[in-house]
Nanobody
Framework: QVHLVESGGGSVQSGGSLRLSCAAS????????MGWFRQAPGKEREGVAT???????NYADSVQGRFTVSQDNAKKTLYLQMNFLKPEDTAMYYC??????????????????????WGQGTQVTVSS
């Protein structure tokens, strides 16, 4: 059973930084993909950053150059370093995993329907 637990959310002023963590357990498939998604009130869930077990990474255009996704295989933890935060980054951030992932030259997708395991989310609020 895959279990994902996010932490690290909080409130920060515009231009600030936060680091989210996702502790993962139960992922035995290889290859696999994991990622960060977010959902603001009244909006659809959107992909922020994803990576796969081969190291391929994809970012949403809106966070490219500001956010960095990484993983610590030994600790089985996924991270999202968020710098230069903007008010429009305010959302609930979710960690997700795809245990049926098939590697491709395009890397892991940013569409939420591709991921079958989800954490409970951590709130990020950026004030202007």
């Amino acid at each position: 059973q895959v279990h994902l637990v996010e932490s690290g959310g909080g409130s920060v002023q515009s231009g600030g930084s936060l680091r989210l963590s996702c502790a993962a357990s139960g992922i035995t498939a290889s290859p696999y993909a994991m990622g960060w998604f977010r959902q603001a009130p009244g909006k659809e869930r959107e992909g922020v950053a994803t990576l796969d077990s081969d190291g391929y990474i994809n970012y949403a255009d809106s966070v490219q150059g500001r956010f960095t996704v990484s993983q610590d295989n030994a600790k089985k933890t996924l991270y999202l370093q968020m710098n230069f935060l903007k008010p429009e980054d305010t959302a609930m951030y979710y960690c997700a995993a795809d245990a049926t992932y098939i590697s491709s030259t395009y890397g892991p997708g940013l569409a939420s329907y591709e991921y079958s395991y989800w954490g409970q989310g951590t709130q990020v609020t950026v004030s202007s």
